[in-house]
């Protein structure tokens, strides 16, 4: 009997030391995922990263007979921290799920407004940065530059930290909200009914009095539907008879590839990724009407659009969040036909392509899969640089104002009287020449 307590303690003490449990398993996993598929510009190397936080899982997990999992996302998400690569992240379960749902443009997991926030220093409640179309905040009246004050006649919280929190948890509640805005100089109050809304955030387009249209693209998610709406709006701007146009790109996170050489290709020629990964590399573009694939030398056609191509005076807004597929989108517009850039540089992962990866206990990673190269073999730089930089104001937005694409409309419209676009800076240089 005597033995038997002792072999029971030892293997006990294996387990221990072995650390053989779900948090153990999770790593391991994160590990050689990052090994087989990281494919970016980071120089770390995996084996002393894996080693580094093995030695910190052991701590965490010293007291535990079966370690769960979710010991270890803090310690995965600082190992993958440490590639320095913003399209390399570890994701919980609950923020994989989310930002699945929000790749595939399905239904959101709780009542929402259909808005993105801002809180912004000296300023009471919330300013509204984006109303997202079809939804309850559109149909209740919300406009970008509003500022929430109060909800059902209690106001925000004094402290900025709070003031999220405190709208969410009544949006999420689901009942019908009676919203205190500033719009500008005057007091109004909207009701608004939170409710399931879909995710999917395709562009639209407004006709100004003055002939510019403006094109807004606040995501590039949902294949096979970006690329073809842009198309889309831009024929209806052509039928309107704009004189001109401005893209507004901020806030967009970016998306899938496909759908950013598709709507670009509405402004340029042709549009074209060749994607270097450690052992191989793929293209693919669009041209002539066709979203393609390239296997051999032969371009495969993927789907078709009925194809437009704008001719007359462009510019881009892009800020600090324009990212990814984004930038991609405006590298190709500004190197392809010199478009002006009005903004701040880009998040800075414009010269990359990822995936996305489900983990055995539902949480997530993404990874940096290749590296992307022009025709000639050059890679792209990570960031978009602007021709002209230049800030969101929120003060101002706040007092109905949005002063970067109050800038794009004047040097759009300058340059579509005929005016010399040198009047306002240098024209924007090409990063290389095709």
Request: hydrophobic share 40%.
């Amino acid at each position: 009997m005597g033995n038997w307590r002792l072999w029971g303690a030892a293997l006990m003490l294996w387990a221990g030391f072995g650390l053989a449990s779900p948090a153990q398993d999770l790593l391991n996993e994160v590990s050689r995922l990052l090994n087989d598929y990281y494919g970016g510009f980071s120089q770390v190397r995996p084996e002393e990263l894996k080693q580094k936080y093995q030695a910190e899982l052991e701590k965490v997990c010293a007291q535990e007979v079966s370690c769960p999992s979710n010991k270890a996302y803090a310690l995965i998400q600082a190992l993958v921290a440490e590639y320095g690569d913003r399209h390399t992240r570890y994701f919980t379960p609950e923020d994989y799920a989310e930002i699945q749902r929000r790749l595939a443009g399905s239904s959101s997991a709780r009542p929402q407004l259909g808005v993105q926030l801002q809180v912004v220093p000296g300023l009471e409640g919330l300013l509204v940065v984006e109303v997202l179309a079809e939804t309850p905040a559109e149909e209740a009246g919300l406009r970008r530059g509003d500022r929430i004050l109060a909800i059902n006649g209690q106001a925000l919280p004094q402290a900025e930290g709070e003031r999220m929190d405190f709208l969410r948890e009544r949006v999420a509640a689901g009942a019908p909200l009676s919203l205190a805005i500033q719009r500008a100089q005057q007091r109004l109050v909207l009701e608004v009914h939170p409710r399931i809304i879909s995710l999917r955030q395709l562009p639209t387009l407004s006709l100004r009095p003055d002939g510019v249209a403006v094109l807004r693209i606040p995501s590039f998610s949902g294949y096979q539907q970006v690329g073809p709406r842009i198309h889309e709006l831009v024929r209806q701007a052509q039928l309107a008879g704009a004189k001109a146009m401005v893209i507004d790109l901020r806030n967009n996170g970016g998306g899938v590839l496909s759908e950013c050489l598709v709507g670009a290709g509405a402004f340029v020629k042709e549009t074209y990724r060749r994607l270097q990964d450690n052992l191989r590399f793929s293209e693919q573009g669009f041209k002539e009407g066709y979203y393609y694939l390239r296997f051999g030398g032969r371009d495969r056609p993927q789907y078709e659009v009925q194809a437009v191509y704008w001719t007359g005076p462009l510019a881009l807004l892009v800020n600090e969040r324009t990212a990814s597929c984004a930038e991609y989108f405006t590298f190709d517009l500004q190197e392809g036909r010199q478009a002006l850039v009005i903004g701040q540089p880009t998040a800075g992962v414009g010269n990359t392509a990822t995936i996305f990866l489900r983990l055995s206990d539902g949480s997530g990673l993404q990874v940096t899969t290749s590296r992307a190269q022009r025709k000639d073999g050059s890679f792209y730089p990570d960031r978009v640089t602007p021709s002209l930089n230049l800030s969101d104001d929120w003060y101002a937005l706040a007092e109905g104002r949005d002063l970067m694409l109050e800038k794009a409309i004047e040097l759009v419209m300058g340059v579509n009287a005929g005016l010399d676009a040198r009047l306002y800076g240098p024209p924007p240089a090409p990063f290389y020449a095709q």
